[in-house]
């Protein structure tokens, strides 16, 4: 089983759309999650922390689920800059592993 | 916010040379940078973990003679892909932690495309 796990995807969805998807981590000693994207050929880029609380910001919520090892992202009103993909990272010991990635395609 | 700067962007390079790629941290010191590579459609893969001052943390699998990692500063990591060969052709990208961060968060450079020919 792999540590950290992501529906690949491609999620293909009209604009406005409400999306989610879910990010399974193996390791129940897991410190830190984090959601990032990425844009063809460019670098990941921060898109949110996941708090054991729950975090929003804007139309993004991410959350977390520790009894069931696994964290989650809700993107409402979806616009087409959305189209990326969206990596999960999770934090165990100082271990950075980041999930393979979900990709999510806006259409108009 | 914090910037990572890579140098080259792009490089392209025969069979057996070798290729120095540079990660600097622009405006924050970090102790720690990290080293990833990326084929296309794949995830991010951690190569090594660069330590200023002391000899990189390699994952496994990952040659350390080929893949020589020098941290001599704060603000600066090299990654040399020593004698490239075809399937070394990825996306190379590092990333830092503020020395100064109470979290994990990393701050990603543009990232390096090698096209070893």
């Known amino acids: 089983r792999k540590e950290v796990e992501q529906d690949p995807g491609p999620f293909n969805v009209p604009e406005g759309a409400t999306v989610a998807f879910n990010c399974t981590y193996s390791n129940s000693a897991s410190q830190s999650f984090f959601w990032y994207r990425q844009d063809c050929r460019k670098e990941p880029k921060l898109l949110m922390s996941v708090y054991s609380s729950g975090n929003e910001d804007g139309r993004f919520t991410a959350q977390l689920n520790r009894a069931s090892q696994y964290i989650s992202l809700l993107i409402r009103d979806s616009k087409l800059s959305d189209s990326a993909t969206y990596l999960c990272?999770?934090?165990?010991?100082?271990?950075?592993?980041f999930g393979s990635g979900t990709r999510l395609s806006i259409r108009p | 916010g914090a910037v990572v700067s890579q140098h080259p962007s792009w490089v392209i390079c025969k069979s057996g040379t070798s290729v120095k790629i540079e990660c600097r941290s622009l405006?924050?010191?970090?102790?720690?940078m990290f080293w990833y590579r990326q084929f296309p459609k794949q995830s991010l893969m951690l190569m090594a973990t660069?330590?200023?001052?002391?000899?990189?943390?390699?994952e496994q699998g990952v040659e350390k003679d080929k893949f020589l990692i020098n941290h001599a500063s704060l603000t600066l990591s090299t990654l040399t892909v020593t004698s490239a060969h075809p399937e070394d052709s990825s996306f190379y990208i590092c990333s830092a932690r503020d020395i100064e961060g109470y979290s994990y968060e990393q701050y990603f450079g543009p990232g390096t495309r090698l096209t070893v020919t």
């Open positions: 660069s330590n200023e001052g002391s000899k990189a943390t390699y």
């Open positions: 405006d924050f010191q970090a102790t720690t």
């Open positions: 990272v999770v934090i165990s010991a100082s271990k950075i592993i």
